[in-house]
Nanobody, 117 residues
């Protein structure tokens, strides 16, 4: 029903920056939340940042002040600007969309972010 296409992952040194993008298509309800989650090997998938269609953001404590989430509703695209990256940010980052109706979660394929020390 919904397809999410991610881009922007890569390898960066500690202190560097990356910008992730995720474009959604399909049966997207006008009321929805998009966001980014990450999962390191052996760990659970954790919320990084989310943003409602109205532009209200929410961040994990570990990324506050370093990451910024934004979206372009006309393009159904969400962005994650990641600054001051740390080795502990290394993970596969997954784009997420939660439709308001029906209330269903959709996931992207994941993009690898690796931060070297």
């Amino acid at each position: 029903q919904v397809q999410l296409v991610e881009s922007g992952g890569g390898l960066v040194q500690a202190g560097g920056s990356l910008r992730l993008s995720c474009a959604a298509s399909g049966s997207i309800f006008s009321s929805n939340t998009m966001g980014w989650y990450r999962q390191a090997p052996g760990n659970l998938r954790d919320m990084v940042a989310t943003i409602t269609n109205g532009g209200s953001p929410n961040y994990a404590d570990s990324v506050k002040g370093r990451f910024t989430i934004s979206r372009d509703n006309a393009k159904n695209t969400v962005y994650l600007q990641m600054n001051s990256l740390k080795p502990e940010d290394t993970a596969v980052y997954y784009c997420n969309l939660r439709n308001g109706f029906p209330r269903t979660n959709y996931w992207g394929q994941g993009t690898q972010v690796t931060v070297s020390s």
